[in-house]
């Protein structure tokens, strides 16, 4: 077997990060090893997303940029995967004569024979078909890399949702779970290979287990919780509409379990979230909000939410803007409204107009900023246990007079999912705090971390949250 390259090029969330991880895991036994240019690749492979706006437009983009690299090497194979892939088929093809593969969401693990087929025989392949087991395949999933210490696994795929702006069930197919069995041999198998945090993946991990007749996904968390070895817990993406008190209680009772809930809201107007299929309303998303609290009172509540949606009036927006005040996130992520295909809301009438949309993102971002700040600000003087990632040398980022920049900075994230930096102390560090978890005394805050000095307690092991 001759050793052959790979270049992945990702495109969106981290379910597609996760799957190139998948592509990658299932091309190394056929001698493919993974290549950081498209320049070094024998393969090509684009993993697309389309639930951020300009999809298609990114695809094509890049791969106009691959028309030139296969003319100077007709031997390279270019595929094309993931929502975009599913969505568009055939077409793709057509559009691109010097494309070999087109892979759905449901085909990631039949990628490994239509390469091979393309190897051997040539010809265009497409495979789209949507599968009605979850893919599992024993070699799908790649080690990780030296120095990683956080990985995700994906316990589910799909959904049955149907919010009415959203093409991920058209593109990812029905919701289906993962066993339990087979999400905590890997985590095992994760933890074996130095990984100390996992974060569980699914576009509504509440309804985990649910129509397989599973454990529930308070009961999965229970069980990630007592493999040996795993420091943390972490999950995204969750419904509020199926968020239980038994999911809310977890957050008192497992240790390894993040202070963190990624909860998107979408809208502070009950009259929008109805609009949008959400099946929740406003009051009761800031229920939601209050029990998680009164189990957990220092949690972090980030969430998403869409200006712009059709129809979206000002009084509705001012609620939006009300129920961000109200809730107080540690983070939000905010879109504009734009048409999906074969998204219902494409043909509702009342499109705002773009300016609009871009003016109503600037005022959310702007008040979220000033909350987020505030809550850094609030942990100035605390000391928080920080699992580190990686390190820098010499950086500006922290905002720190130049003289006191230190030579070398390490960083990583809270509980809470904030990011921390802090220098190094010689001599403490043995050389690297790397995947240690470190008690940081917070000094500094700033709109997107926080600094602080690393202090050591006489009293042994600090606590893993
Ligand atoms: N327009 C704008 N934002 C969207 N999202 C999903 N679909 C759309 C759309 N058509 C946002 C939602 C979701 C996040 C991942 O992307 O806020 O939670
Ligand atoms: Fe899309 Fe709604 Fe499903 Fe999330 S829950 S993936 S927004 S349809």
């Known amino acids: 077997m001759f050793p052959k390259t790979v270049y992945i090029h990702t495109i969106g969330c981290q379910m597609n990060v996760y799957d190139s991880d998948r592509i ?21 492979i684009l993993n697309t997303c389309a639930i951020r706006e300009k999809a298609e437009q990114k695809v094509f983009s890049f791969l106009g940029r691959m028309a030139g690299l296969k003319r100077q090497n007709p031997d390279l194979i270019i595929g094309v995967g993931g929502c975009v892939a599913q969505q568009e088929g055939r077409s793709i093809l057509d559009r691109a ?19 091979r087929q393309v190897e051997t025989s040539g010809g265009r392949l497409v495979d789209v078909a949507f599968s009605d087991t979850i893919q599992e395949s024993a070699s799908c999933q790649s080690l990780p890399a030296a120095g990683q ?48 945090e996992v974060t569980l993946l699914g576009q509504n991990v509440n309804s985990y287990g649910k129509k397989e007749g599973l454990c529930d996904f308070a009961e999965l968390l229970k069980k990630v919780n007592a493999v040996d070895g795993l420091s943390r817990i972490r999950f995204t993406t969750s419904h509020p509409k199926d968020i239980s008190d038994k999911l809310i209680a977890c957050f008192s009772c497992l240790d390894k379990l ?55 009036t000002d009084q509705d927006f001012e609620e939006t803007l009300s129920l961000v005040r109200e809730v107080a996130f540690d983070g939000l992520f905010v879109f504009m409204y734009s048409d999906r295909p074969n998204a219902p809301a494409a043909k509702f009438p009342d499109k705002a107009p773009e300016a609009e949309k871009a003016e109503r993102l600037q005022q959310v971002l702007g008040l979220q900023d000033t909350i ?9 003087g605390t000391t928080q246990m920080v699992l580190v990632e990686g390190h820098s040398e010499r950086s500006s980022a922290a905002d720190i007079s130049p003289d006191k920049i230190p030579d070398m900075q390490w ?25 240690r978890l470190v008690a940081v005394q917070i000094e500094r805050a700033f709109s997107h971390s926080l600094w602080g000095k690393p202090v050591f307690r006489e009293e042994g092991r600090c606590s893993i949250r």
Request: proline share 6%; with cysteine.
């Open 24 to 44: 990658a895991g299932g091309l190394a036994p056929m001698g493919y090893h993974r290549v950081s240019t498209p320049e070094q690749a024998d393969l090509v």
């Open 97 to 115: 004569p010097y494309l070999d593969i087109v892979f759905g969401t449901h085909a990631v693990n039949r990628l490994p024979l239509l390469v």
């Open 149 to 196: 210490i956080s990985s995700f696994v994906t316990i589910m795929q799909g959904c049955d949702n149907y919010c009415t702006y959203c093409v991920v069930p058209y593109v990812r197919g029905r919701e289906m779970s993962r066993t339990p069995e087979r999400i905590i041999a890997e985590i095992q198998e994760l933890v074996a290979a130095g990984i100390l």
């Open 258 to 312: 993040c202070r963190h809930i990624h909860l998107p809201v979408q809208s502070g107007s009950s009259r929008v979230l109805q609009r949008m299929n959400r099946k929740y309303t406003r009051e009761i998303y800031l229920e939601k909000i209050a029990a998680l609290r009164a189990v957990c009172p220092d949690i972090a509540i980030t969430s998403d939410i869409i200006v712009g949606f059709p129809g979206e």
């Open 372 to 380: 987020t700040l505030q809550k850094h600000q609030a942990l100035v």
């Open 411 to 435: 960083h990583g994230r809270t509980s809470t999912h904030k990011i921390v930096h802090f220098p190094d102390v010689k001599g403490v560090s043995d050389g690297s705090f790397m995947g």
